[in-house]
């Protein structure tokens, strides 16, 4: 059984950074495509980022590139998700995810089979 365990999220203000964790058990990160996704209220849930199996290859979508990287800790078992220079519009609950199907970095939420319960980010004004 997978499961996904986020934590780092809270209370952010424009400009702040701030590091996700997503714990992986029942699968092994060095062989899994993991991926980063948020949801703001009222809003579908959208793609951040996401690394391939071999953790050679990442991407983002175009609203997070420059502020935004994914990474793994093969060790721990671990991906994060490094936000930085934050603004308003980036408000959501992110979720982790995972797939056992194929080798990149998909970008479609349909792709993805296993998902944790998500950790906020709301900004404070």
């Known amino acids: 059984q997978v499961q996904l365990v986020e934590s780092g999220g809270g209370s952010v203000q424009a400009g702040d950074s701030l590091r996700l964790s997503c714990a992986v058990s029942g699968r092994t990160v060095s062989s899994t495509p993991m991926g980063w996704f948020r949801q703001a209220p009222g809003k579908e849930r959208e793609f951040v980022c996401a690394i391939s199996w071999s953790g050679y290859s990442s991407n983002g979508a175009d609203s997070v590139q420059g502020r935004f990287t994914i990474s793994r800790d093969n060790a721990k078992n671990t991906v994060y998700l490094q936000m930085n220079s934050l603004k308003p519009a980036d408000t959501a609950v992110y979720y982790c995810?995972?797939?056992?199907?194929?080798?990149?970095?998909?970008?479609?939420?349909?792709?993805?089979?296993?998902w944790g319960q998500g950790t906020q980010v709301p900004f404070s004004s």
């Open positions: 995810a995972a797939t056992t199907s194929g080798s990149s970095s998909s970008s479609e939420v349909t792709a993805y089979q296993y």
